[in-house]
């Protein structure tokens, strides 16, 4: 509980009603408001005579805006400076902050905490899909406020808070950027002088079709594109299979998205993979004992000049209509560099990839650190 008197939004907030006519040769920004408290940015532009309106509310820098229908969401901040004299529908009540009483920015952070979304839920109301804001019920939701004296401190003390969490953000970025060059840096020294061979003498196309048993459960594994590495699809029943082919995906083979390929729906199956089953859109390929590895393909096909080959192998307009042909993929020819440099540069894959996961598993920890720092400030606790 806040030590700090509570203090009802209605005291604090001035309606804004400022309308104005739209011109029909004249441009407008519109605003659009994010949910979760990410933020008021730019809709888009429109000339007058697109709108469809005659009048619209336009808003000014520092005003709080917040949606009705998405209130319950989280949908509200403050108007940025770029948004000054921008229009937005009646869908978004826009309130200016009483001076003296309340500071804009302290009312935009606790309009990201937990129990301010939570009681503008409460302020909605209204059957599935039409349920809004209610303005009575708003202007009654009651808030710590301490004088703007102590406003000041907890704004600074919290700016400062997210300043040091998006220092530390920042950091773990260029770590995993510098990471990243030093895979790409070794990746071309490796391969200075290797020769290029076709896919189909180092890595060739290896299917195994799966026999369908109507009474069993066949656990599917699907590829993400942009080199995101594999997932696991819901598990698929037997009776459903009908006609569609399956094949099954080991452990250690470079797979292909044929229809994603281009967009670099590329991967290895991984140990945890073990056991799932692939449609026919998906192409495995084995590669050569003591010659190539998966691992080292794979990063291949994910630089400039491997997507650009498989690109080239994918003819066709844009999505599904992008195959990648499978006598296109064998003739494609790859570095092949002495196997031992390829298991060095594996293992450095490898170190990569435990960065990326120590830093993702401590992600979260860090999303979790700005509720904190925002539920001890409003309740006192940093002052």
Not at 101 to 126: M, N, Q, W
Not at 240 to 268: C, H, R
Request: hydrophobic share 40%; glycine share 8%.
């Amino acid at each position: 509980m806040s030590v700090w008197p509570l203090k009802k939004l209605g005291s604090v907030l001035d309606k804004s009603e400022n309308w104005i006519e739209v011109q029909p040769d004249k441009e407008y920004s519109e605003v659009t408001v994010r949910l979760w408290g990410k933020g008021v940015n730019l809709r888009g532009t429109k000339i007058g005579s697109e709108i469809g309106s005659s009048r619209r509310l336009s808003v000014s820098e520092g005003q709080f805006i917040i949606s009705r229908i998405d209130a319950r969401h989280g949908a509200c901040g403050l108007v940025p400076k770029n948004l000054d004299g921008a229009v937005v529908t009646n869908d978004f009540p826009v309130y200016t902050p009483k001076e003296n009483k309340i500071l804009p920015r302290y009312l935009e952070l606790i309009s990201k905490t937990h129990f301010f979304v939570d009681a503008c839920k409460r302020a909605s109301e209204g059957t599935t899909n039409r349920v809004r804001l209610k303005e009575p019920r708003f202007f009654n939701i009651e808030i710590p406020l301490p004088d703007i004296a102590v406003q000041k401190v907890v704004v600074d003390k919290v700016d400062f808070a997210l300043g040091k969490l998006e220092e530390i953000k920042l950091l773990r970025s260029s770590l995993l950027d510098d990471a990243q060059a030093i895979l790409s840096s070794a990746f071309h020294k490796i391969i200075e002088g290797a020769v290029y061979k076709p896919m189909s003498k180092v890595a060739p196309l290896e299917r195994r079709k799966v026999e369908i048993d109507v009474n069993a459960e066949y656990p599917e594994l699907g590829v993400r594109c942009f080199g995101n590495g594999t997932f696991h699809k819901p598990i698929l029943d037997g009776m459903d299979v009908g006609t569609k082919k399956l094949y099954q995906m080991v452990p250690g083979d470079l797979v292909f998205s044929n229809v994603f390929a281009w967009e670099g729906a590329i991967a290895v199956v991984k140990k945890e993979d073990e056991g799932r089953v692939g449609s026919h859109r998906f192409i495995t390929c084995l590669p050569k004992s003591g010659v190539v590895t998966a691992d080292f393909l794979c990063f291949y096909f994910l630089t400039t000049e491997g997507l650009e080959k498989i690109q080239a192998a994918s003819p066709g307009g844009a999505g599904r209509n992008r195959t990648l042909g499978l006598k296109k993929l064998e003739n494609i020819e790859v570095p092949v560099p002495d196997y031992d440099k390829q298991l060095w540069f594996n293992q450095l894959q490898s170190y990569v990839e435990n960065i990326k996961q120590a830093q993702s598993e401590n992600a979260t920890e860090l999303e979790a650190l700005m509720p904190s720092i925002l539920d001890k400030a409003f309740k006192g606790e940093l002052v």
